[in-house]
């Protein structure tokens, strides 16, 4: 790593007896940039990262001089380079830019080039967790069926990403049916602290990822700065562009209190995801600091940075304290790597914020005391709903739910006696978001217990799944004996991925489908995730609400929206005793006392052994080998893109744009997901027809995200949500009705 | 008819689009496929009220661009239903980082509606990237470059 060492910060620091290299902060702050010691903690990381890639070119001697007197209060902005450690992808990306990468190694030839001058120049892992659908739930062997259609599904991507494995240098694959992307980063892949070397003289740096992935900000709760880039982008990185990036504003979001008892870092999260919209932090970096940080365990903070991109923020990071360090420890981290961390973020002033205050571009002040019950919905995350008002707000929103339609007669919402709107027909513990946080997850299973114990069963119509991040979760539940509660209450394993969170949610059960279909029902979902957007879970439900994992069993026992859980009973014990939230929610003391006594150290280091091998069914899957891609144009998941083909050795610059024409006009907050939905292809839609011209069965269409490889497909998706309203033909929804072209 | 066969008329007729949106445009998500697909559509430009930040830098990253209105204009109080004819100049030579770019609105009848959008390529990286069609482009470029060197 060339490095012109301007300001002579390369010094060293003795981890336990041995010398590495590090470019020092504090040597920087007494070469007379006084202004150091107070920076923000993730400001530290970008200056560190500056002074370790100075070259002249990207990096310069003007560039860290800006950073290390950088005034956050001044309201200036300057452009830096950053140069990520790591770059961290999901399959559903992940294809597309392997395909990139594939097509790249083709037109580096076309242009005179050789293949190997494409390669990652870092570690790029890639955890495939966004693929597996639930089609089968509460069945005992879910689990193995939904993994069998996977892979059957699948075969031609899993098939492609295993030759990139081999092909490309710095690339490793997480098989499927391990976990979730940024739950595998927080317990496994995340150093927190790199060595590059061994040995004396080895160069210690800290952790910085991007990911394709928004959610890649959960590993912030680790200290650990990153977040989430296009794929375009993560492949720029990988083969070693910097990111260019603004010095972001920070905002310093102080906690003090502690969680009241009933209340859970779900709800914290939602309550923030409301603060922060309302505050404006789009582009900016949140970093929490003050008294209350303390109470909040590792678990807690990585739910925090998991929904920055809910709150608009690029970064929303806790500093590395002693949390971190037990957490590192308690994951099974080796002990010289904790050892490193420690003395690392101690001698650069990155170890908590004990000392001066930094200075931050505006201060948020947020009781932790003052959170409540909460769940969020029908359409955006930051639309917090606290519990006891969670029915009236649902009365509320139904009107625009029905789109203008008149609420059907004898219908009224709020009967009970059977589905009607307001059902909720998807109840899910699924996402990394909290399925990474142990205290939620043992909440679960305890309530479950508890409701198990008073007899209580689900609505038949909620379709109840439980969809870890990792191995580990299911092994202290098993440990703490409650899998077998969730399972009789109808949450048994479907999958290690991302499920209901990213619309994999697979159909309703056929009863339940026709009848919401045939009345045009207003129905709901419940899952414990991050995003909640219309169109996103499952086709058939309108109205979607983020909710902790107890609160997601409490709404299976419930089975609608339209009734208050603080209030109405959740049903009948065996002696006709009405059952309420408050009889089966657990203490916070419970909860602390099975967490200590089922979640060990052994269990992380025994399931993440073998995290790269797979099951039979991948190391069983044969795979091209050979370092270009030979392209198949039979295939529908795979196929060699279009952007290198008429690729010149100079650029043509873009001229003037005349005579256009508006392919769409769009209101306001039209998400990615509008523009090109990630989940299921209706078959009457473009994208549709052209697989059906290709001989693919309607079935066997899979979702967008896994045709990501193939841009036939992805072109026709692209604006043809079916929730997409363009004002250019009004009345219907992605579509067009008529073309001008003069 | 559908968007994707719409713009692949347009697209044989030789007629670049642009898409006009509101607020936030691009929220949610890293998504490069909403950048990527606008691209493959034939977008040359998206005009909105504000963008999202990743959404931005991949419109940018696949050569598209994006364009705000300026001074609390919106598509609403300028008039514009979609239906007109665009031109955009500003682009082909004197781009800056935020600079403006003009933009001229003829509606079918005639009417003609002219303003300045900011021009939301953030960085001069990103107006290299822009004027080579693209980062990976230009990342392909720099590669052979520097062992051709």
Redesign the interface.
Known sequence: MSTENSFGTRTSLSVGGTAVALHSLETLERAGFPAVARLPYSLKILLENLLRREDGRSVTAEDIQALASWDPRAGKTQ?IAFMPARVLLQDF?GV?AVV?LAA?RD??VR????PD??NPLQPAELVIDHSVQVDHFREANAFDLNAQLEFSRNKERYAFLKWGQQAFDNFRVVPPDTGIVHQVNLEYLARVVCLDGTGEGAMAYPDTLVG???HTTMVNGLGVVGW??????A??AM?G?PI???IPEVVGFKLSGRLQQGTTATDLVLTITERLRQHGV??KFVEFFGPGLASLSLADRATLGNMS?EY?S?VAICPIDQMTLDYLTLTGRDARQVALVDAYAKAQGLFGTAGQEPVYATVVEFDLASVVPSIAGPKRPQDRVSLDEAKTAFDGALDGLLGGRPRPVGSTNGNGAGLDHGAVVIAAITSCTNTSNPSVMIAAGLLAQKAVARGLTPKPWVKTTLAPGSLVVTEYLEAAGLMAPLADLGFKLVGYGCTTCIGNSGPLPDDVSAEVRARDLVVTSVLSGN?N?EGRVQPQVRANYLASPPLVVAYALAGRMTMDLTTEPLGQDRDGMDVFLRDVWPSAEEVQTTMAAAVRTEQFISKYAGVFDGDERWRGLAAPTGQRFEWDDASTYVRNP???ED?T?????????????????????????H??P?GTIPAD???GTYLVSCGVDPKDFNSFGSR?GN?EV???????NIRLR???APGTE????????? | MSIYDAAMRYKAAGVPLVILAGTEYGSGSSRDWAAKGTMLLGVRAVIAASFERIHRSNLVFMGVLPLEFTDGESAESLHLTGRETFDITGVSDGLVPRGNASVRAVAPDGTVTEFTAKVRIDTPDEITYYRHGGILPYVLRELVRDVSR
């Open positions: 452009e990306t597309p990139d790249m037109g580096v242009l005179g080039g050789s001058q494409i394709t992935d928004s989430g880039v296009g794929g375009i982008e492949e720029a083969l562009q260019s990036m603004l789009v582009g991109p608009g690029t995003r957007f279009p952007f290198f690729l050795p100079e650029p043509v610059a873009p001229a003037d744009v005349a005579g256009a024409r508006v392919l769409a006009t769009l209101g306001d907050s039209v998400t990615t997901d523009i090109s990630a839609g473009p994208a990501r841009h992805m072109m026709r998706g692209t604006f043809a363009n004002q250019l992605g579509r067009l009705d008529q073309v001008s072209t003069r």
